[in-house]
RNA sequence: CCGGGGGUCGCAUAGCGGCAAUUGCAAGAGGCUGUAAACCUCUCGGGCCUCGCCCUCCGUAGGUUCGAGUCCUACCCCCCGGA
């Protein structure tokens, strides 16, 4: 168990009608079961809810972000406070992104910052101090702070760019990979950490076959996909996701990149993804968007003014066991935090069932059922 | 009764000769996809509802002006001092 395997996933079950498989990823700090969706707790606490209340509603898994973390507080005071599980009172997995969705986010959309073949130079959003995160800093860091699975640094092209800049782009990544490569295999000498290479391409097939590729010559423990969730929405989104997932070996981890919706999910589960991540939960809770087995509700909505009912019947979560869609109503309304600390659990829950449905659907042989349920009630728009 | 201040979209505000009229809150609707996000966008007098135009509008009633929340007069309310 404490031992890394060769590969740390085990496959224990496959679907007789798509591509899409339950099992196990391996951590040192224990096993996640996949297809698995990780919350985002960019800056180590899943915003609002205590290590107890995740565990309460079977979260397995969080996602810490190197990028904020490493800004405040700082990789010292981390270490120092004896890691980020320690830190942060969570005893089970935690992956880290890389601060590549800030390369995207901070340089390409906010200008604050520039993109250098040595790494991304930062101007500070917190005081505008100039930080240049490479590819060495931002593997290390992550491996200092206690991650268990580290994601190299990458370059995630905004959609509108050119084939050519994408071309370049993803040149850069593939440099970055190497060098990330190199930096986690210098530190990984207790061989107790995982190690996700990127791939990007945009929605240029040629590239995306090319990233991966050069990708998977530098043997990964998984593959993340990037790039698709900065642009790309409804059927474009999973058209890209199932060419690139199509390009990754079969038996290592997929992971598919700040997605999504829970139509997003289960079409890229169909096609082969094991790991996700995303802030829709978490943000739509706090800005009053709740998911349900009927579809999204506007809690704050005039409609729920004084409706009795819970959010959604037959959710066992503590929003939904004691509280009325009224009191939520009120709660988010007049701003009180107990409404998104609600709200928050609740749709967290509500990812973590699909994720339970959508793993014993697998094993029972009756995935494809399921997914016509959920793609009824979400449907993707077309384009 | 005297002196001073004030009455503008539900509330609070701006405006001091060209105004359907500023801003905040409230209200209504929507959006958020590896979190600069407890955030952002739109609507918010009425109508046609083609967004351009029409109607009604800033306590009430007159007046001055090509034109009046805006200036003048009277009246009605509210607040603060003094009898």
């Not at 906010?110 to 991304?120: D, M, Q, R």
């Not at 004084?306 to 509280?323: G, L, R």
């Not at 939520?328 to 009180?336: A, M, Q, S």
Request: proline share 5%.
């Amino acid at each position: 168990m404490n031992i890394k395997p060769q590969n740390p996933l085990t496959i224990l079950a496959k679907d007789s009608k798509s591509i899409a498989r339950t099992g196990t990823l391996w951590t040192r700090f224990g096993e996640v079961q996949t297809p698995c969706f990780i919350p985002d707790a960019t800056q180590a606490t899943v915003k609002h809810l205590s290590p107890d209340e995740l565990k309460e509603i079977n979260l397995e898994i969080v996602l810490g972000n190197l990028y904020h973390l490493w800004l405040r507080p700082g990789v010292d005071v981390i270490e120092k406070l004896g890691g980020l599980h320690e830190f942060m009172q969570w005893d089970r997995p935690i992956l880290t992104d890389s601060g590549g969705y800030q390369v995207y986010s901070l340089i390409h959309r906010s200008g604050l910052g520039k993109i250098t073949p040595e790494g991304a130079l930062f101007k500070s959003h917190l005081d505008g101090s100039k930080k240049l995160l490479t590819p060495e800093i931002s593997v290390s860091t992550q491996y200092r702070m206690g991650s268990d699975i580290i994601l190299m640094l990458d370059e995630s092209a905004p959609a509108s760019k050119t084939e050519k800049y994408v071309h370049s782009s993803v040149n850069l990544t593939l440099e970055w990979a190497k060098r990330s490569r190199d930096t986690f295999d210098h530190l990984n000498t207790q061989n107790d950490r995982l190690l996700f290479g990127i791939v990007q391409g945009g929605v240029y097939p040629d590239q995306l076959a090319r990233s991966a590729e050069e990708t998977i010559k530098l043997d990964f423990d998984g593959y993340a996909l990037g790039g698709v969730a900065v642009g790309l929405h409804d059927e474009k989104l999973h058209q890209i996701v199932g060419n690139a997932l199509n390009l990754l070996p079969e038996d290592k981890p997929r992971y598919v990149l700040g997605v999504g919706y829970p139509q997003d999910i289960i079409k890229a589960v169909l096609m082969g993804a094991d790991i996700f991540d995303c802030v829709i939960p978490t943000r739509n809770a706090r800005h009053g968007s709740l998911f349900t087995r009927y579809g999204t509700m506007h809690i704050t909505s005039a409609q729920y003014r004084t409706d009795k009912s819970p959010i959604e019947d037959d959710c066992d979560c503590y929003a939904c066991t004691h509280f009325s869609r009224a009191y939520l109503h009120h709660l988010i309304r007049v701003n009180e935090p107990l409404g998104m600390r609600m709200a928050t659990t609740h749709n967290l829950r509500f990812y973590m069932r699909l994720m339970e449905n959508i793993r014993q659907h697998i094993a029972q042989g009756t995935f494809d059922s399921f997914t016509q349920e959920i793609l009824s009630i979400y449907r993707p728009n077309a384009h």
